[in-house]
Each structure stands twice: as structure tokens, then as C-alpha cells.
């Protein structure tokens, strides 16, 4: 497997992860309506080809056997750095893949001068919180965010 920062032309193929991701991790969760339309606002190709063009945005990927199965993306912040999302394409989880793009990211928040590392997950989606409690991350608040019109609650953890 190879970590790498993600170029303009990984962009469809980002998207098809988060599609795929977000098909498997949230039925529960979302409408498929509404999981639609949070991975176009979210994950559009234009829109990941601008954070991955934008000096604040790290975007890492990972490949297995030249095949994109994972991506990471956080940005710079005045708060030292945050962690929006990290997915795995779900044939593919289980190995270390996400804990290796999220320590990528943090390494690249850290040479950027962060000191603090914020990371944002759906409150209903378990997997996701369990992922972040079990590399030490500990939920500081609980927000709210948008996803195709409708308002979910997400938590909030920092790297301590």
C-alpha cells in the first residue's frame, strides 16, 4: 500500500470512494436521497480538484495494488488543524489503512505548523466515533452540520 498527496486527477476517483463509503456506512443514517446529495455538495470532482489545489487542504490517498482504496482530508485552520473525513473503501478496511492516512495527515498538519488536531464525525455513525476513540481521540463537543438540507448531529474530537 502507498500513501501519497492526491493530484487534480484523483478527483472521480475520491468521489467514487465517499459514494461507495457513504452507501455502505450510512443507510441507517441517511436517506439515500439525502446521502446522494451530501456526496455531490461534499465530494463533487470540481470541488475536491479546489481542496486539493488549496494551500490549506492536505489530501492524502491510498493505493493498493494501483488502486485507489482510501482518502483522507483535513485542513489548516486558526485552531491548528482539522480532520473532515476519512474513508476507506469498505472491501479494503480492516488493514490499517485509515489510521495510516490519518497519521499522513496529521504529519502534514504538524510541518504546517498545527498543534491541535480536531476531527469531525457523524454522531450516529459508531464505526466512525469508534475510530477515533481508539487512536486516542476524545469527544470535546457536539455540533450540528448540514447534508442535502437536513441537519445531523456530528461530534467533535480532539487529538490529545
Known amino acids: 500500500m502507498t500513501i501519497r498527496e492526491a493530484a487534480t486527477d484523483d478527483a472521480e476517483a475520491i468521489t467514487a470512494i465517499a459514494r461507495e463509503s457513504w452507501s455502505h456506512d450510512y443507510p441507517d443514517i441517511l436517506s439515500r436521497d439525502t ?35 482510501g482518502f ?14 476519512v474513508y476507506v473503501a469498505p472491501d479494503h478496511r480492516g488493514d490499517g489503512i485509515g489510521s495510516d492516512l490519518l497519521d499522513h495527515a496529521r504529519q502534514r498538519l504538524v510541518d504546517r505548523g498545527a498543534g491541535r488536531l480536531r476531527a469531525m464525525v457523524l454522531a450516529e455513525n459508531e464505526p466512525g466515533n469508534e ?3 481508539r487512536l486516542g481521540f476524545e469527544l470535546r463537543e457536539r455540533n450540528e452540520t448540514r447534508i442535502g438540507g437536513e441537519i445531523y448531529r456530528e461530534n467533535v474530537y480532539l487529538d490529545v
Do not use: C, K, N
Open 72 to 85: 483522507a482530508h483535513a485542513v489548516a485552520d486558526e485552531t491548528g488543524g482539522t480532520v473532515l473525513r
Open 35 to 69: 446521502a446522494e446529495q451530501g456526496v455531490e455538495e461534499w465530494y463533487a470532482p470540481e470541488t475536491i480538484r479546489t481542496e486539493i489545489d488549496s494551500d490549506d487542504a492536505v489530501v492524502p490517498v491510498a493505493e493498493h495494488d494501483g488502486e485507489m482504496v
Open 131 to 133: 475510530f477515533y476513540r
